[in-house]
């Protein structure tokens, strides 16, 4: 008699590269069209956490100069509810738009809201600086580190979409830093300074004060 095989079975075929993972039957890999041009939208599933991670390109990723690059971690209220309390929106808006201008490059879209702690902890850490605390001891005083972020997706999945040498759109050294541990190149910085209002004002500041961002103070002043 022969053996039945099944749908879930044939479309459960992967392709493994570390935490990666990639369905090759019906790949998660299609055209973007968006309001700063057609992106391709690859999806890359982490078997450890079980998020899905995007990464959006625009041309080509093989150089010959470094490929503008955002890996950007995911905000639900700034990237979709506009919130003013984060410069995370604009962040996103302004990368898009730098890389259409560029005419070549890739976002990562992380799944890693909070940095890193989660929406429930991010809004606890909320509650707590409309108490008076700012960014960084509002999640200490959760138990949870300043930033619990982890690039080992992000350097795999730049790996996966063929990318060797990196231009990082940010204005924090510390992702620069834990990217080239994890073996990718990046030889430039370009900065990602937008956004800047009454409200989140203080948390940028937080951020350039005692996180290391460079932020350069007249860049905070408000028209």
Not at 44 to 52: A, R, V
Not at 141 to 153: E, F, K, V
């Amino acid at each position: 008699m022969r053996k039945q095989v099944s749908i879930t079975t044939t479309f459960e075929r992967r392709v493994r590269m570390s935490r990666i993972v990639e369905k090759i039957d019906v790949p998660a890999d299609a055209k973007l069209p968006t309001a700063h041009g057609e992106f391709r939208i690859r999806v890359f599933h982490d078997e450890n956490t079980g998020f899905d991670h995007v990464a959006l390109t625009l041309g080509e990723m093989d150089g010959p100069d470094p490929v503008l690059v955002r890996v950007h971690s995911e905000c639900l209220t700034g990237d979709a509810f506009s919130s003013s309390r984060c410069d995370c929106g604009p962040q996103l808006e302004a990368a898009l738009k730098t890389i259409q201008s560029h005419g070549w490059g890739c976002l990562l879209y992380l799944r890693q809201e909070g940095r890193g702690i989660g929406l429930h902890a991010k809004i606890q850490a909320y509650n707590l600086q409309d108490q008076g605390a700012d960014t960084l001891d509002a999640n200490l005083m959760l138990g949870h580190p300043a930033d619990a972020r982890d690039y080992t997706i992000a350097a795999e999945m730049l790996n996966a979409v063929g990318i060797a040498d990196v231009c990082l759109l940010t204005n924090n050294p510390d992702k620069v830093e834990s990217l080239q541990n994890l073996g990718i190149t990046v030889s430039q910085r370009m900065p990602l300074i937008v956004g800047v209002v009454a409200e989140n004002r203080a948390y940028l500041q937080t951020k350039a004060n005692r996180m290391g961002h460079e932020i350069d103070q007249n860049e905070l002043e408000i028209d």
